[in-house]
């Protein structure tokens, strides 16, 4: 596992946020974010997606024309302005085809969010059981993810709670023991 940045931490909801709207976070735009049947997920339901990460004409296109309200974020933000933008969330959405870890889980995590991501590739082992998991290629599985996220507050909270469990799992401290036990387990014993 890689460490999760001791930057993000647990955050109250940026108070400024506008609330006629579940507000949804998407980071990445490449193909295996699956962002168009995220766009099928979401159409008719009360949310604002913010997308971080250079968007192609065709989902600017998609987005308008189911009317979803969106915010497109630079693909290039620092890791402050990535935070700023977890506090004004309600949700995560992540729902690739395919990841080889899934950092933004535990940034979520840590800063106290609910996740809706895949229940295949490296998602569940790092979401544990601190995650709302679909199946990336079932749009009403999506759908269904997300209107629980938004509508089953008790889930919710306890979602959260276990978030800041699972993303110990991925603090600097736990993370550089994990390699020195590695390490002490092929490290050859010396007899004296």
């Known amino acids: 596992y890689v460490c999760v940045n001791e930057q993000f931490q647990e955050a109250e909801k940026d108070p400024n946020t506008d609330k006629e709207y579940t507000e949804l976070l998407q ?22 997606l913010t997308i ?7 989902i600017k296109e998609k987005l308008e024309k189911e009317e979803i309200q969106h915010n497109i974020k630079d693909w290039k933000l620092s890791d402050a302005e990535i935070l700023l933008e977890y506090q004004k969330t309600d949700v995560l959405t992540f729902v690739s085809t395919i990841e080889g870890f899934g950092m933004p889980i535990v940034e979520a995590n840590k800063v106290g969010r609910v996740v809706v991501t895949s229940n295949i590739s490296s ?11 679909v199946d990336p290629f079932k749009v009403s599985s999506i759908r269904k993810g997300i209107i629980e996220a938004i509508e089953d507050q008790e ?25 020195a036990a590695i390490y002490r387990k092929m490290a050859p014993r010396r007899i004296i």
């Open 52 to 58: 971080i990460g250079k968007v192609s004409d065709s």
């Open 155 to 179: 889930k919710v909270t306890a979602l959260i709670q276990k978030g800041h469990q699972n993303a110990n799992r991925f603090e600097v401290k736990q993370i550089a023991e994990n390699y």
């Open 123 to 133: 998602m569940p082992e790092i979401g544990g059981d601190a995650a709302i998991f």
């Open 27 to 48: 980071i990445g735009t490449a193909p295996n974010k699956n962002i168009e049947r995220l766009i099928a997920a979401i159409k008719d339901l009360k949310v604002r």
